[in-house]
């Protein structure tokens, strides 16, 4: 559940930056989808992707988390920052 509600939260900051930074680049967004709406096709998609983004994000932190405890053994289970290299091991 706690995936779905950062999902939708993601892709509503998603839909406000662009809609914000759309005129700066000379772009005209479609009046039909200016406001997010969750249930459109749209904004279930957008809430989709954002998901799948999480998912991903989650399998780099893992890998990263896996790869400096096998470097840097000193590491292993710590939950916060390599003293050794500075990756970011934490889990969220």
């Known amino acids: 559940m706690e ?3 950062k999902g939708k939260k993601l ?3 998603f839909h406000e930056t662009y809609e914000k ?3 700066k680049f000379n772009w005209i ?3 039909a989808s200016r406001n997010f709406d969750e249930t459109s096709a ?4 957008m809430i989709a ?5 999480f998912d991903q994000v989650a399998i780099i932190k893992r890998d990263i988390k896996t790869a400096c405890a096998d470097y840097h053994p000193q590491m292993q ?3 916060n920052f390599c003293e050794t ?3 970011d091991i934490r889990f969220e």
Request: proline share 4%.
């Open 3 to 5: 995936r779905k509600i």
């Open 11 to 13: 892709a509503i900051l």
């Open 21 to 23: 930074l759309a005129p």
């Open 29 to 31: 967004t479609r009046e």
């Open 42 to 45: 749209n904004g279930k998609l």
């Open 49 to 53: 992707v954002c998901n799948k983004i």
């Open 77 to 79: 289970g710590k939950q």
């Open 85 to 87: 290299c500075g990756a």
